[in-house]
């Protein structure tokens, strides 16, 4: 048993801080929260040389072949700004999805391109009759000869203004045995003709909605030998990306603790110090009680992934209790902070904003709750 | 990370060893009431023959030196020993015994070569079983405020005095408490701890009625007392610490008994109130396919896992000499107010069942009945759930810049 990190997690996480710490000021983060892409060329160029793009894609296709455990670490540092743009729909979700899905060949394409930073892939999923459940996948793909034809609307679908390349799980033919037969990935090019991607107005950043129109899609990015099998691929990719999703969210809850501390040492009310007040310091317990809780539950699924033990109970289990702690935390946070929490320029609202964008990615607490009852074979 | 000792051949023998010894020595007929406080003399006695053997190889306190009866171990080892204790669903030890759990603890950092040799020794091999004397009448969540006097006349120290919620079932042979040796000096300052033989002269103990009689993380006691003072004449040897050290002394056994040592053990109640939704059929239905019981389900699993993880992480933090800051009091916290809702979702779950212990109506042999009740008396036994907090906030500098340290273990 050993709780720590490894000394190669230690450098990639004292690497990142600094990284973050020199690039990513609360500036810089604040004035790209609400672009369409999150990101400017130049950032994603960077951290595209660091390889962290590739942090997952094995070696043999041009990645770092690295760890749950290690991409974990180096996202919950991420997390901890909040860092906007495509890493985790690219770098994680993205290239897990391909590695689960596509053949030979297309991995041996695709992603050393996707851990350069050259291909940006958004994984489009969601549609208006929003959900994770593959019967809420509803686009029709028509084939004709050679080539797909695509009409209708992904929904809610994270990083496209930023991405080269949508991963769209589409419908090629009805239900058959079960409501998972029938789907398929399909890599569209985001800037084909038909294509329209428009960020979502409102409190969610980076979230698009994007219209297929008449979308012709060549049989060759068609992700797989054959069509109808992309659910599985897409789920498989799911299991393993959520609990890396879930350390961002714990870097995030980690950053609105720290500032909450520090808050509650220098704002003086009634002429002491405000963490002097018994019902502030609830606030703050709450917080690390949820914090601590998403954490550990976080890094015990990490490391059954990592172990190559079953691990489906426990990713539904951290992102359950995550998703739901990382708004918890930031309740608290504008708790204990007051007025100064909703000024921009301060910073807690970017977590805030990013608890609630992010609670419904890859299934929000209520779905993983039902998923772990089925997983623990209740 | 890894969150299971990886076992290596060393520690395969070690568990063979265990295995083959427990099953030569744990006692026929050792089955515990769901309710401790129906644990019969008998039963006791044949717990404390199995802790008097455990502690012939050093193995009831096994994390101690063996020169006063410990067993040298690590934690990976003790890990092995508490997970083959398990499986007979015992643990170290395997009776309530504060006195080695948090006592010995304290011993340890703050008493003399001589304390440790004529203290420990007869702890740590299972010949004294020892109450925790600590609440008063007006001392609870201030327990620097403490009343009973010990004044020094000689070679002994005359204790008068009463302390409250005391013991377990079936008596004890050593007590320890803290006591006043100085009332003039400050708060804190003004405190001695002191071991108290069972059987003096002038001791009285007075059993209590409560909902039941809740444990402070180690095995349950079963019933609580209040005991007397009267004129009481201890060896002034029995002082540990030195004079008017007492609130230092605490520091050690407060520390575990706020959470710091963790915990490595499953709600047992939540697994059997699961396995009993799986397997109880109402209207031909399993009870888990009720969705809302479903969820009920998920609601007291998820609980008992993050204090699990959380008992995990600080039983590693404890064990691997980690620096350790607010993690012991926010494992009791969160076990304590959790262990509450749980039984209100337990509540909820299994209804009108869940609140009778009738041979005939009562689930699991009255085990979900019971939880109702300890839930409610466990939220207080070694704190408050508002004091865990409280050090907590100290702990995490919340409002400070100096960030009180945790209690010393070692």
């Given at each position: 048993m050993d709780l720590g990190l490894t000394e190669a997690q230690e450098i990639l996480k004292t690497t990142a801080a600094s990284f973050l710490q020199q690039e990513y000021p609360k500036e810089t983060i604040i004035a790209l929260e609400s672009t369409p892409t999150g990101v400017t060329p130049e950032l994603f160029r960077k951290v595209a040389e660091l390889g962290w793009l590739g942090i997952l894609i094995p070696e043999e296709y041009g990645g770092e072949g690295r760890s749950y455990t290690d991409a974990a670490v180096l996202f919950e540092e991420l997390g901890r700004g909040p860092v906007a743009g495509p890493y985790f729909s690219s770098g994680i979700l993205g290239a897990l999805t391909v590695l689960h899905s596509g053949t030979e060949a297309q991995k041996r394409t695709i992603l050393p391109q996707v851990a350069s930073g050259e291909r940006v892939i958004s994984v489009a999923v969601t549609e208006p009759h929003y959900g994770w459940r593959p019967e809420t996948v509803q686009l029709r793909a028509s084939r004709q000869g050679d080539t797909y034809t695509l009409n209708g609307v992904k929904l809610f679908v994270h990083d496209a203004q930023a991405a080269t390349h949508l991963l769209c799980a589409v419908r090629t033919s009805p239900p058959n045995n079960g409501a998972s037969s029938g789907i398929t990935l399909l890599l569209v090019d985001a800037k084909a003709p038909g294509v329209t991607i428009r960020t979502l107005p409102g409190w969610m950043a980076q979230v698009d909605e994007v219209r297929l129109h008449n979308v012709r899609v060549p049989a060759a990015d068609v992700l797989g030998e054959t069509e109808g099998q992309g659910w599985e691929a897409l789920e498989a990719a799911a299991m393993q990306a959520i609990p890396i999703l879930c350390a961002y969210q714990v870097g995030s809850c980690q950053t609105v603790f720290d500032i909450s501390v520090a808050y509650s040492r220098t704002r003086v009310q009634f002429g002491q110090p405000i963490g002097r007040f018994q019902r502030v310091q609830d606030h703050i317990v709450n917080i690390v009680n949820n914090l601590d809780a998403a954490r550990w539950t976080t890094y015990e699924a990490l490391w059954k992934l990592d172990a190559g033990r079953p691990a489906a109970a426990s990713v539904h289990l951290a992102k359950a209790v995550t998703s739901e702690a990382y708004l918890k935390v930031c309740d608290s946070g504008h708790e204990v902070h007051a007025g100064v929490g909703v000024i921009r320029e301060y910073g807690l609202t970017l977590h805030t904003q990013r608890s609630r964008t992010l609670y419904h990615l890859l299934g929000d607490a209520r779905y993983h709750r039902r998923r772990l009852a089925d997983a623990m074979g209740w | 990370m890894d969150f299971e000792v990886t076992y290596t051949p060393e520690q395969e023998a070690f568990r063979t060893e265990v295995r083959a010894w427990l099953a030569m020595n744990i006692p026929e007929g050792l089955e515990q009431p769901v309710d401790p406080g129906d644990l019969t003399l008998e039963q006791y006695q044949k717990l404390r023959e199995l802790g008097r053997r455990l502690g012939s190889r050093g193995w009831l306190y096994p994390t101690y030196p063996k020169e006063y009866g410990g067993g040298d171990l690590n934690v990976d080892f003790v890990m092995i020993l508490e997970e083959e204790l398990d499986r007979y669903g015992l643990h170290l030890p395997p009776y309530y015994d504060s006195g080695g759990r948090l006592g010995g603890a304290s011993i340890f950092v703050w008493g003399t070569e001589e304390q440790k040799k004529q203290f420990l020794t007869p702890i740590f091999r299972g010949e004294w079983r020892t109450w925790q004397l600590l609440s008063e009448p007006n001392a609870g969540s201030d327990l620097a405020g403490v009343q009973t006097r010990a004044v020094r006349d000689g070679d002994s120290y005359i204790v008068n005095g009463q302390k409250i919620y005391i013991g377990s079932l079936h008596g004890c042979e050593m007590m320890w408490t803290i006591v006043v040796t100085d009332p003039d000096k400050p708060r804190h300052e003004n405190l001695g701890w002191l071991m108290i033989p069972y059987g003096l002269p002038g001791i009285e103990v007075r059993p209590m009625e409560l909902l039941t009689a809740g444990g402070e993380g180690g095995a349950s006691p079963g019933l609580k007392h209040t005991v007397f003072f009267d004129n009481v004449r201890v060896p002034a040897f029995n002082l540990v610490g030195g004079e008017n050290n007492g609130w230092r002394v605490a520091t050690t056994h407060l520390e575990l008994e706020h959470g710091g040592g963790g915990m490595i053990r499953r709600n047992r109640v939540v697994d059997q109130f699961l396995e009993y939704c799986i397997t109880t059929k109402r209207d031909g239905e399993?009870?888990?396919?009720d969705p809302d019981v479903r969820e009920d389900m998920v609601e007291a699993y998820i609980k008992s896992e993050i204090v699990r993880l959380m008992g995990l992480r600080t039983y590693w933090l404890s064990h691997a000499h980690k620096p350790r800051s607010y993690e012991g009091p926010q494992l009791s916290y969160c076990r304590k107010t959790y262990a509450l809702e749980i039984a209100e979702t337990i509540l909820r779950a299994v209804g009108p069942y869940a609140m009778t212990n009738d041979p005939d109506w009562g689930p699991l042999h009255g085990l979900l009945e019971h939880y109702q009740r300890s839930a409610v008396v466990g939220l207080h036994p070694g704190g408050t759930t508002d004091i865990q907090k409280v050090i907590m906030a100290r702990r995490i500098g919340i409002g400070r810049t100096t960030r009180e340290q945790a209690g010393r273990l070692r």
């Open positions: - | 399993s009870l888990s396919k």
